[in-house]
């Protein structure tokens, strides 16, 4: 039978679309969070951070939305391209500089 | 180039095999983490090191040991390896422990334990 947790998310995407890439996290103390982007075959790579005084933060067509009510946080990206298909993780940094803790991750194709 | 270097890129072992793979970075960063992948997973924190000659376990450290000997150098050893450690390996650092300074990962190591 199949295992539990072997697949991923997926969120498929027409290319030129915006992508919006979901991640609840598990710790309501947490006052710090990163989105990396992970290409097959590499090592992760950052993309965007945010702390937790703040509830929205944008970089070059990324946006980070932060809503601690809920403890959920989310990765929108504008006009989405072909090199954007990757897996993306989110993390949480408990306070204490403790190290970060990720998401299982959601793979994101892009449909030229 | 500056970076995180992580060797082997492959290798297969046979069960209770012993072996070390080889994390190095060249940007003077204080903290060191060996984390593994597993489908599905996420990244799951083996070890980690705030500095030369400490280490601590992260969430997933029975079958693993480290030392940090000196600054550039992060060895993941696995004495005894078993099927279940077959994953991929990602050695990452940092300037300090604080994660706001951002964490550099290697491309990774794809083990495999026959």
């Known amino acids: 039978g199949e295992s539990v947790g072997l697949h991923l998310p997926t969120l498929s995407v027409q290319e030129g679309d915006n992508s919006i890439i979901n991640c609840a996290y598990s710790n309501s103390a947490s006052d710090y969070f990163i989105w990396y982007k992970q290409e097959s075959g590499k090592g992760p790579q950052f993309i965007i951070d945010i702390r937790s005084n703040m509830d929205k933060r944008q970089g070059q067509r990324v946006t980070v939305l932060l809503n601690k009510t809920v403890k959920h946080l989310s990765l929108q990206i504008a006009a989405t391209q072909p090199g954007d298909s990757a897996v993306y993780f989110c993390a949480e940094n408990y306070p204490g500089n403790t190290p970060l803790v990720f998401g299982k991750g959601t793979r994101l194709s892009v449909i030229a | 180039n500056a970076g995180v270097t992580q060797t082997p890129k492959f290798q297969v072992l046979k069960t209770g095999q012993s072996m070390t793979l080889q994390c190095a970075q060249d940007m003077n960063h204080e903290y060191m983490s060996w984390y593994r992948q597993d489908p599905g997973m996420g990244l799951r924190l083996i070890h980690y090191?705030?500095?030369?000659?400490?280490?601590d376990q992260g969430e997933v450290p029975n079958g693993y040991n480290v030392s940090r000997s000196t600054t550039e150098d992060f060895p993941l050893r696995l004495l005894s390896a078993a099927p279940s450690q077959t994953s991929v390996y990602f050695c990452a650092s940092s300037p300090t422990g604080d994660p706001g300074f951002g964490y550099t990962f290697g491309s990774g190591t794809r083990l495999t334990v026959v």
């Open positions: 090191s705030v500095g030369a000659g400490i280490t």
